[in-house]
């Protein structure tokens, strides 16, 4: 045997240190979020799949707690939405899926598996739209939670209750350029997750989970081109936290390739912790890339075809989304900053949708019932928009009988619909001095009336009437009617 | 009355509903038989006694199965008695519920007086590699039951049981109940759940009946078999339902695969097959000859990696935080398994041995197809040999994948078959008949089955203990 073998002189690779302040440096980010579906059972068994304060192992079967014989049945809604969210980011969708199991060890692991799709998940090939950057989303798959592990004491207790909460992992490719972009993809998600309502999304609760990928292209003025080796970033816990841990991991990397000059491989991938309270990731495990889950389909789920026709099914259930919205919101000449605050919330862009359904009601139902009485045709002229605002303005104090009134009126006349009330009396007044005076008025002139409402409570109809009449109409019926109740008591 | 234990199912309803004997009469001649005998056989792991005969004092003999001693394989869960897969790292594992069949069984008014012993996970042909000891042959105590259900087929050899339920993933409930001389029938995989029977290799495990004759049989599966909610791959039928009786086979076209007889086969095995030839000829059906079925041989190929693998996974969940024992306390069997599995599915192998596999599973679905194309049904001999000598699994780490070799195509295909005894070798240990069908066509393994039976007396031998 020669020895010498191993004492030949080991050569040491040589140090790049840079400070080259020309260097572009791009950085690269890919996002995995995962979903909790807000299903009522978990993905392969009847559990009940609500686990939030929750007390400890009550939601749990032999299934989910992977006893021994126990056998997985797909929950056939959590699938649907799995295909509803893919289609809600314009994936396509595989006619045949299947399910395969990830086999790693981990305490709060039931099975010694996870129930995942590797080959042939629900959806794949979608896109998100950021600000006119479309950033591509590899797949949409189908997956379970796992349980909890808790520490107490120097020990570690099992709860199962989220073991098999069905998760949908949302992989985007590795378009996204910065954190800010980064925050916008994760906020758009979450927005269009909760338009089409398959879960909370909530990052604080946990329902909604992510872990960037980051690592930086650097480009120095000699043209050389290197990227630094890839960092998986875990228990990232808020939008705020996400922000930072990609800023500091990007800086990170271009100090760290300056010091030592190490570029990316297929085996220096690390994954990192991040800790919020001192702001910085942290390294938790390396060669990352060596990882061997042992994937194969999952013997126990036959696999899972959706035919085109059950794929527009489930597209129907689509309802209209942000992006759908903004432009629709744009063509009605809105400004772009009120079209993204509008569309942002799916019940704040209802809220605005039904305001212009009461317009549009107005215009059609005043305006149209008097020309089609008329039988005439609608003069675009006479339509004064300013009228319309000003009505707007001071809906809480007209009837809606009113309403109808001094829209036509602006429309016959052109005069202006709140001088016109105010002649008219037609302002409901809800101002209790000038209410309560007339009540007063009323109660002093009708002694009979007040003997009948003491003895019989529904007799204040009478006196209410007697009230719109002393205040020819102008009063409040409602808060009218409350002042006599509380001056009669 | 003597030796109500030696009564077959029919005969033991006969007698119940004629209150002739009672079922604690039935059960208690059960388990004096046990107790006699299984000191020495070991075909159970657990014996229930006590339970089972309060059982059958309250049991409603009207119900299917009422009042009927069975015996049950210990890889179904049983709620309340203890479940091991004859592994001792569930040496005291009580299971928190019962199987789907375990269910129906109880609902039918079974009594189930044990848990019958098998090969460590099911892993075997020889139930030698249990961690309870070996179970023997009845028939001679010097041989091997077969396996993994080797215990199952030896209680209802030794008439320890009326009947027994045993579980096959390629070849554990035919192997056995041809080595011991009893009716083993092994449903389409998905005719009966799969819930609660200790997965060895999921995507062909069937549970299935081993009894003394073909009817006894057939009725246990009408009763096992039915889609269950609880399993996704069981079939969406309702349960299976025995076919009118055949007057006899005419009309019938039954394959005889040439390749079924490999080199290694035993002269006395060749010769019954072509007797059963002769008497199925009798019966009106026209036998062919198939001489391009593909051969067995890479079944066993096949076999080994996919069942490795899935065994590899689905052992994983015993690590030794539930359950009571860590993982000291697999067996050297599970231990290699585990290995050969891990290894077949990892990164830069999967392609080369998991896929290949898998491509090869395929072929031979295929090669069955084509074949069903010019007959009705397949017919061969169980296993190349008589039952082998106690000792002939050690050391032969593919004991049971040899063995087992002529039923592994048609369990990797899914489809049903049957072993029913169909002679005697020189030393008068009983050999096996096997007939496969078409997925879901039970029916005609049924049909032919069991006019072979009534048409011979090897069903009436019976050991002498
Ligand atoms: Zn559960």
């Given amino acids: 045997m020669n020895q010498n073998i191993f004492l030949v002189h080991h050569v040491k690779p040589v140090k790049i240190v840079r400070h080259d302040k020309t260097m572009k440096t791009t950085p690269i980010i890919g996002l995995e979020v995962h979903v909790e579906l807000k299903t009522k059972s978990k993905m392969f068994c009847g559990c009940s799949a609500d686990h939030f304060h929750v007390e400890a192992n009550t939601h749990t079967c032999p299934v989910c707690l992977g006893l021994p014989g126990a056998l997985p049945v797909p929950n056939k809604t959590a699938c649907e939405w799995c295909v509803k969210l893919g289609l809600a980011l314009g994936c396509s969708i595989n006619e045949e899926s299947f399910f395969e199991r990830k086999n790693y060890f981990y305490p709060d692991l039931a099975k010694g598996y996870q129930i995942t799709q590797l080959q042939k998940p629900f959806a794949v090939n979608g896109k998100l739209d950021i600000d006119g950057h479309e950033i591509r989303i590899n797949r949409a798959h189908m997956e379970e939670d796992t349980g909890k592990s808790v520490h107490v004491d120097g020990s570690t207790l099992l709860d199962f209750n989220r073991s098999g909460v069905p998760l949908v992992e949302i992989v985007s490719e590795p378009d996204l350029i910065s954190a800010l972009e980064a925050k916008k993809y994760l906020n758009k998600l979450q927005q269009i997750i909760r338009y089409i309502e398959v879960s909370d999304a909530d990052i604080e609760k946990g329902s909604m989970r992510c872990e960037p990928t980051v690592n930086v292209k650097i480009e120095t003025d000699s043209g050389e081109v290197v990227y630094t080796p890839l960092a998986e970033i875990k228990n990232v816990a808020s939008l705020t936290g996400v922000m930072n841990a990609i800023d500091f991991e990007i800086k990170r990397q271009i100090d760290q390739y300056q010091s030592d000059g190490v570029a990316k491989n297929s085996t220096n991938k690390t994954t990192r912790g991040w800790d919020a309270d001192k702001n910085q990731t942290f390294l938790q495990r390396e060669k990352e890339g060596s990882a061997d889950y042992r994937y194969f389909p999952e013997p126990d789920i036959p696999p899972i075809t959706f035919t085109k026709v059950q794929v527009e099914e489930i597209r129907k259930t689509l309802p209209e989304l942000p992006d759908q919205k903004i432009t629709k919101y744009k063509s009605l000449s809105l400004s772009d900053y009120d079209a993204n605050l509008l569309a942002q919330d799916s019940v704040f862009s209802s809220a605005f949708e039904k305001a212009l359904n009461n317009s549009a009601n107005l215009l059609n139902g005043a305006i149209r019932t008097a020309l089609n009485e008329n039988q005439s045709e609608i003069d675009l002229n006479k339509i004064n928009a300013t009228h319309f605002q000003d009505i707007f303005s001071k809906k809480s104090e007209l009837s809606s009988t009113a309403i109808k009134q001094l829209t036509l009126e602006s429309y016959n006349s052109g005069t202006n619909p709140l001088t016109f009330a105010k002649d008219n009396n037609l302002f409901q007044v809800s101002d209790t001095g000038a209410l309560e005076q007339f009540a007063k008025e009323v109660i002093e002139a009708n002694p009979k009336a007040i003997e009948d409402y003491r003895k019989n409570p529904l007799a204040i109809g009478f006196l209410v009437g007697q009230l719109m009449k002393v205040s020819k109409g102008s009063a409040n019926p409602q808060t009218g009617k409350e002042i006599l109740e509380k001056l009669l008591k | ?465």
């Avoid at chain 2, 119940?16 to 005998?37: G, H, M, N, P, Y």
């Avoid at chain 2, 005419?250 to 086969?265: D, M, N, R, V, W």
Wanted: proline share 6%.
């Fill in chain 2, 1 to 465: 009355m003597t030796d109500l234990n030696k009564l077959t199912l029919k005969e033991a309803r006969e007698g119940l509903l004629s209150k002739k004997f009672t079922a604690v009469e039935l059960t208690q001649s059960c388990l004096d038989r046990i107790k006699s005998l299984d000191k020495k056989l070991n075909s159970f792991v657990t014996v229930t006694g006590e339970d089972a005969l309060k059982q059958a004092q309250s049991v409603d003999i009207n119900l299917p199965l009422g009042g009927i001693p069975i015996a049950v394989k210990d890889n179904y869960l049983t709620k309340d008695i203890r479940t091991t897969a004859s592994s001792r790292v569930l040496d005291n594992y009580l299971a928190q519920y019962d199987a789907t069949t375990i269910k129906k069984l109880k609902n039918a008014g079974a009594i189930i007086i044990g848990k019958t012993n098998l090969d460590a996970w099911a892993h075997g042909s020889s139930t030698e590699t249990s961690d309870y000891g070996p179970t023997l042959n009845p028939w001679n105590m010097e041989h091997l039951p077969g396996g993994s259900s080797g215990g199952s087929a030896a209680a209802v050899a030794a008439d320890e049981t009326i009947i027994s339920v045993g579980s096959e993933t390629a070849g554990s409930i035919r192997q056995p109940a041809s080595w011991c001389g009893v009716v083993g029938f092994k449903p389409t995989y998905g005719r009966v759940s799969r819930y609660g029977v200790i997965a060895m290799k999921s995507s062909t495990d069937s549970p299935g009946p081993i009894c003394k004759t073909v009817d006894d049989a057939a009725n246990l599966l009408e009763i096992m078999s039915g889609s269950d909610p609880f399993d996704a791959t069981s079939i969406d039928e309702p349960p299976w339902k025995k076919p009118e009786l055949r007057q006899n086979l005419k009309g019938l076209k039954i394959g005889l695969p040439l390749s079924y007889f490999p080199p290694q086969t035993q002269p006395e095995v060749k010769e019954a097959i072509l007797g059963a030839v002769e008497t199925l000829k009798k019966l009106g059906a026209e036998i062919i000859e198939l001489s391009d079925v593909l051969d067995p041989k890479y079944s066993i190929a096949v076999y080994t990696i996919l069942q490795r693998s899935e065994v590899s996974s689905n052992l994983a969940r015993f690590d030794g935080i539930r359950y009571g024992h860590d993982r000291s306390f697999f067996g050297t069997e599970a231990k290699r398994r585990i290995m050969l599995g891990t290894y077949s599915l990892s990164a830069g192998y999967y392609d080369a041995y998991y896929l290949k596999a898998q491509k090869v599973r395929t072929l031979i679905c295929q090669d069955f197809d084509n074949q069903f194309k010019k007959v009705d049904a397949i017919i061969g001999p169980v296993s190349p040999t008589t039952a082998l000598k106690i000792g002939a699994s050690e050391g032969q780490s593919m004991f049971g994948e040899i063995q087992d070799m002529l039923v592994e195509p048609s369990s990797i295909a899914g489809l049903p078959g049957i072993s029913i005894p169909c002679a005697f070798d020189k030393i008068g240990l009983p050999i096996g008949l096997q007939i496969m069908a078409p997925q879901k066509r039970e029916d005609l393994v049924y049909q032919i089955a069991k006019l072979f039976e009534d048409n011979t007396d090897y069903h009436l031998e019976r050991p002498k203990l």
